[in-house]
């Protein structure tokens, strides 16, 4: 099991920055995925940014260039700075831990959801 806290969330105003993080606990497998998902209201959860244990980054189009990942592994941290924020960014943020398996199975860890409520 493993188990996220987020933090960070707030109401920015468009053009603004926020920081979002999660600390991770128990049992995180050696291959494996942390990162972030939205849902605003009426939309299914999307991507925002995932890293891989590897280092190997995927960002959804909407946020390249404006949000960065990434990841303390001797703290189990995972960060995502989210720059140039736009009021269609307003959404509840889940931090997720993917753990991978070596047969391939998957094993999905959510968080609890941070608001991001971007807004003048």
């Known amino acids: 099991q493993v188990q996220l806290v987020e933090s960070g969330g707030g109401l920015v105003q468009p053009g603004g920055s926020l920081r979002l993080s999660c600390a991770a606990s128990?049992?995180?497998?050696?291959?494996?995925?942390m990162g972030w998902y939205r849902q605003a209201p009426g939309k299914e959860r999307e991507l925002v940014a995932v890293m891989a244990s590897t280092g190997a980054t995927n960002y959804a189009d909407s946020v390249k260039g404006r949000f960065t990942i990434s990841r303390d592994n001797a703290k189990n941290m995972v960060y995502l700075q989210m720059n140039s924020l736009k009021p269609e960014d307003t959404a509840v943020y889940y931090c997720?831990?993917?753990?991978?398996?070596?047969?391939?199975?998957?094993?999905?860890?959510w968080g609890q959801g941070t608001q991001v409520t971007v807004s003048s």
């Open positions: 997720n831990v993917r753990n991978i398996h070596y047969t391939m199975i998957v094993f999905d860890y």
């Open positions: 128990g049992s995180i497998f050696s291959k494996n995925s």
